[in-house]
T-cell receptor, first 113, second 111 residues
Framework: EAGVTQFPSHSVIEKGQTVTLRCDPI?????LYWYRRVMGKEIKFLLH????????ESGMPNNRFLAERTGGTYSTLKVQPAELEDSGVYFC???????????FGEGSRLTVL | KQEVTQIPAALSVPEGENLVLNCSFT??????LQWFRQDPGKGLTSLLL?????REQTSGRLNASLDNSSGRSTLYIAASQPGDSATYLC??????????FGQGTTLQVKP
């Protein structure tokens, strides 16, 4: 069974540009989460989808971040326009149950210059 | 506001030693607590999940305990091996499934 896959694994962009990160959860997992780790800080929650619906987006930093999960399958996280402080590793995770074991992807490293 | 703290931040031990990693949290109203392992450049691998009503969970050489009343968890690693070298993360889950992470403990086991 394939795990959670994320791409790109690493993206380097300039300030002001746009980047879109993609996450493919484990097949059949209705719950999909985005987390982020910026340099020197702990991993922080961004948002939670159940199927295609946003259940909790309290961790989204600001309106430059837009997450979608059309059809309840894969999800995208778009940052537009990117700022220097957006640099970090963006993790996606999925689970079958709302409060169960989470399976994480390897992360997408974003570097904003 | 829930805060999770992990001590120590880094640990270096010789192979074969038993060791304990500590995790504390400020709000005891958790649903479960999870320990993860992260290798450099990789994602997080779930090691153990303890429900709030449980006291401990074991998997191989790993044992995690949970004391909800004092807001503490420990991860015990027996007979450490160089392959155990990684960053260990503790995270507490609310009833929405959202995880609050500690900053992690980076472990190095020397051959």
């Amino acid at each position: 069974e394939a795990g959670v896959t994320q791409f790109p694994s690493h993206s380097v962009i300039e300030k002001g540009q746009t980047v879109t990160l993609r996450c493919d959860p484990i097949s059949g997992h209705d719950n999909l989460y985005w987390y982020r780790r910026v340099m020197g800080k702990e991993i922080k929650f961004l948002l939670h989808f159940v199927k295609e619906s946003k259940q909790d987006e309290s961790g989204m930093p600001n309106n430059r971040f837009l997450a979608e999960r059309t059809g309840g399958t894969y999800s995208t996280l778009k940052v537009q326009p990117a700022e220097l402080e957006d640099s970090g590793v963006y993790f996606c995770a999925s689970s079958q149950d709302r409060i169960g074991e989470l399976f994480f992807g390897e992360g997408s490293r974003l570097t904003v210059l | 506001k829930q805060e999770v703290t992990q001590i120590p931040a880094a640990l270096s031990v010789p192979e074969g030693e038993n060791l304990v990693l500590n995790c504390s949290f400020t709000d005891s109203a958790i649903y479960n607590l999870q320990w993860f392992r992260q290798d450099p450049g990789k994602g997080l691998t779930s090691l153990l999940l303890i429900q709030s009503s449980q006291r401990e969970q074991t998997s191989g050489r790993l044992n995690a305990s949970l004391d909800n009343s004092s807001g503490r968890s420990t991860l015990y690693i027996a007979a450490s091996q160089p392959g155990d070298s990684a960053t260990y993360l503790c995270a507490v889950a609310s009833n929405t499934g959202k995880l609050i992470f500690g900053q992690g403990t980076t472990l190095q086991v020397k051959p």
